[in-house]
């Protein structure tokens, strides 16, 4: 039993800076096996968020996690998210309320991508992203090199309006190479979210479930009042904040369906 989400630290893991698509960033790098990019949510690479990779990397994958935004291993505070939302708000690189949109931090991922899959066994990658990262996994999916995407409670565009909750998060020509890759079997894909996610809803989902069909599999966690998980109306981040390795608990077998996804995938 356990009374909060899974934490690691910084511990083992190498560190070294990537550049592609005209963007850098320093990368964080462990574990051996099928490689699997992890984009962290906000506000950043988190212990929960390390928590997370630790589980995909003794699940057998090498993991290489970005850090596009926040400081690595800090822990999330209210004062501390705020100031990084701020600053991406107004950045370039994620256009974080704009609609039909490609943004260059989806490009770098893509390079991540290829480039771990040029230095790890198996015929691609797998990308997972998390809250505003969420959707550039999907975005991510674009490049060859990627077999399996996991798009957890993705939030942008940040859902103010009908045509923002909607927004699948990537360009219009992103999103039918996706839906080509999808509809060759390439590429499938997954999402995950609460039932009462307002930054997250389901909106968006089905956007792209018109488009790659049975490619892509929903999760969707129910928090409405009084459900059998305990979840609150404000529950969000699926695989780390919401999660308690507990038998039983809705977020845990979310999260073993997604590491069994990635076995499928990437062999």
């Not at 005209?22 to 968020?49: A, N, Q, R």
């Not at 798009?151 to 940040?158: E, G, M, R």
Request: glycine content about 12%; aromatic content about 6%.
């Amino acid at each position: 039993m356990t009374a909060a989400a899974p934490t690691a630290t910084l511990d083992g893991w190498v560190v070294a800076r990537f550049t592609g698509a005209g963007l850098t960033h320093d990368c964080y790098e462990k574990g051996s096996g099928p490689g699997v990019v992890l984009i962290p949510e906000l506000p950043g690479i988190t212990p929960e968020v390390l928590g997370l990779a630790e589980h995909l990397v003794a699940e057998g994958f090498t993991v290489v996690v970005p850090s596009p935004f926040g400081e690595p291993g800090r822990p999330m505070t209210a004062g501390y998210t705020a100031g990084v939302v701020a600053r991406l708000c107004v950045s370039t690189e994620f256009r974080a309320f704009a609609t039909d949109a490609a943004r260059p931090v989806s490009a770098y991922l893509r390079a991540v991508a290829a480039d771990l899959n040029a230095r790890t066994p198996g015929a691609g990658v797998g990308v997972i992203g998390m809250c505003f990262t969420g959707g550039f996994a999907l975005a991510a999916a674009v490049d060859d090199s990627v077999l399996a995407a996991v798009a957890s409670q993705p939030s942008v565009p940040f859902p103010l309006g009908a045509r923002r909750i909607a927004d699948p998060g990537m360009s219009p020509a992103e999103l039918d190479r996706v839906a080509e890759r999808a509809a060759s079997g390439e590429l499938c894909a997954m999402g995950l979210r609460f039932s009462e996610d307002r930054a997250a809803q389901g909106a968006r989902f089905r956007t792209v479930k018109a488009r790659l069909g049975d490619a892509f599999e929903i999760i969707e966690l129910d928090s409405s009042r009084g459900n059998p998980g305990g979840f609150s109306s404000t529950a969000h981040s699926v695989l780390t904040g919401e999660l308690r390795e507990t038998p039983g608990n809705p977020a845990l077998a979310a999260r073993a369906r997604v590491v069994a996804f990635l076995h499928e995938r990437l062999g």
